[in-house]
C-alpha cells in the first residue's frame, strides 16, 4: 500500500509551486502528476491525420514524489502517513498528528 493514492489531495513542499495543494492525477514509478501544477510550454508539431494543430502548448510534467505530501484538512498543513489495521484487520492509511484515518 502506497502512501500516496490517485486522487488524494496534496501540498507541494518543494520547487517553484511550494505552498500549493492540488490533486493527484497519475502515479508513475518515482513520479506525481499534480492537477494544474509544475506546467511547462511544450512545442507541438502539427499532424493534420490525427488533428492535432501545430504551436506551444501548456501541459503537466510529473514532480518527484518527494516533492509532495498529503494535505490534512483539519490541521491545514502537510501531514505525515502510517498504517494500522483496524479492527475487522483492513490496512488503512491515517494521519499521525492527530490520528485520523485517510478516507
Known sequence: ???????????????????STGTITKIL?????VEG??????HVKPNP????????????????????????PATEKADKVGFRTDDKGNKERFFKSNGDSIA
Open 29 to 33: 514509478a518515482t513520479k506525481v502528476v
Open 37 to 42: 501544477f509544475n506546467m511547462v510550454k511544450k
Open 1 to 19: 500500500m502506497n502512501k500516496i493514492k490517485l486522487g488524494d489531495e496534496v501540498i507541494i513542499i518543494a520547487g517553484k509551486d511550494r505552498g
Open 49 to 72: 491525420n490525427a488533428g492535432v494543430a501545430g504551436g506551444i502548448v501548456d501541459i503537466e510534467m510529473p514532480m518527484a514524489i518527494s516533492n509532495v505530501a498529503l494535505y490534512n
